[in-house]
């Protein structure tokens, strides 16, 4: 079974604070992906990798930023957070252009 | 740039009865997807269509692909309590990099006795 575990499922940070979700993947995907699901927005995409250390801009990459110096190791950093990206964040992760595997989630809210 | 239509978005339904969700996307892919989400929880594949024609049975869910009418559906039969969640397509970007997915805005189904 494809494991994908997120470092935590429920956060609280102040607006200003620097904000790190962890993803980890054991199926040795080269693909890692982050978004943020929102009501009535749907699953929007913040950034993803197709390979260590490479990254691309999704739709809102904006006040964000993410690392993949490991394979099976995603993560999203958000500089400076603000109230604004309170949300849910999903990880997920494939091999080549198929079907993608998602974590639990991270529900932030910022304050 | 590709766009995907879920509709409807929400959906009241009897035990019983039978329903149909179209997912429509804008330019051409040969791959979708669909996937369920409970409330709180992630998403979980349902099904998989790589090709036109394409269709997959899952107990009181089928899904199918025609590629020319860029249309997806997901067809629910005789509905049971059991699958009240939120629905989502996500199509296959060629345009973007290998594994980009578009998703639509989900079908919250609700299925009262």
């Known amino acids: 079974d494809v494991k994908v575990t997120q470092s935590s499922r429920y956060l609280v940070k102040r607006t200003g604070e620097k904000v790190f979700l962890e993803c980890v993947q054991d199926m040795d995907h080269e693909n890692m992906f982050w978004y943020r699901q929102d009501p009535g927005l749907g699953l929007r995409l913040i950034y993803f990798s197709y390979d260590v250390k490479m990254k691309e801009k999704g739709d809102i990459p904006e006040g964000y930023s993410v690392s993949r110096e490991k394979k099976e190791r995603f993560s999203l950093i958000l500089e400076s957070a603000s109230t604004n990206q309170t949300s849910m964040y999903l990880c997920a992760s494939s091999f080549e252009a198929r079907e993608q595997y998602f974590g639990p989630g991270t529900r932030l809210t910022v304050t | 740039e590709l766009k995907v239509e879920q509709n409807p978005l929400f959906l009241s339904m009897q035990e019983g009865k039978n329903y149909t969700i179209y997912c429509n996307y804008s330019?051409?892919?040969?791959?979708l997807y669909w996937y369920r989400q409970d409330p709180g929880k992630s998403l979980e594949s349902l099904f998989v269509l790589l090709s036109n024609g394409a269709v997959k049975q899952e107990g009181r869910l089928m899904a199918s692909l025609d590629t020319k009418a860029r249309l997806s559906t997901l067809h629910i039969t005789a509905a049971v309590h059991d699958l009240s969640a939120t629905y989502f397509c996500?199509?296959?970007?060629?345009?973007?990099?290998?594994?980009?997915?578009?998703f639509g805005k989900g079908t919250k189904l609700s299925v009262k006795p």
């Open positions: 330019t051409t892919s040969d791959r």
């Open positions: 996500a199509v296959l970007n060629y345009g973007g990099s290998q594994g980009n997915l578009i």
